[in-house]
């Protein structure tokens, strides 16, 4: 199935909503950290789990905190940062190592 992945550089963490069917997993642990809009509202959380996350051609397992939140993933800097993704704004491209996936300021499919 393929769902929205918003990048989003403010986030310091990649959240997925739990109605994402990557959220199948049981949840591994309650999430010790509050999370906050940008507008400082709080958002309720449900755990931390290990999911896949297929970007590409290229598949990822990580944490994610599954949150009640509008979009259906978004991509935070320790996914970015962990498997070196390079965000060219200029070409509106995300680049794993040589893969470029195109995106837009709605997101990309993945």
Do not use: W
Request: proline share 4%.
């Amino acid at each position: 199935m393929l769902y929205y992945l918003y990048v989003y550089t403010g986030a310091t963490k990649t959240i997925i909503r739990p109605d994402v069917s990557l959220c199948k997993e049981p949840t591994k642990r309650k999430v010790s950290v509050k999370l906050r809009t940008a507008t400082g509202q709080e958002i309720p959380t449900h755990g931390i789990m290990r999911v896949n996350i297929e970007i590409g051609s290229r598949v990822f397992r990580h944490e994610v905190i599954a949150a009640d939140i509008t979009e259906e993933v978004i991509l935070g800097m320790d996914v970015i940062k962990r498997y070196g993704f390079n965000l060219d704004l200029k070409k509106d491209v995300l680049r794993i190592d040589n893969e470029e996936i195109p995106f837009s300021d709605t997101g990309m499919m993945c």
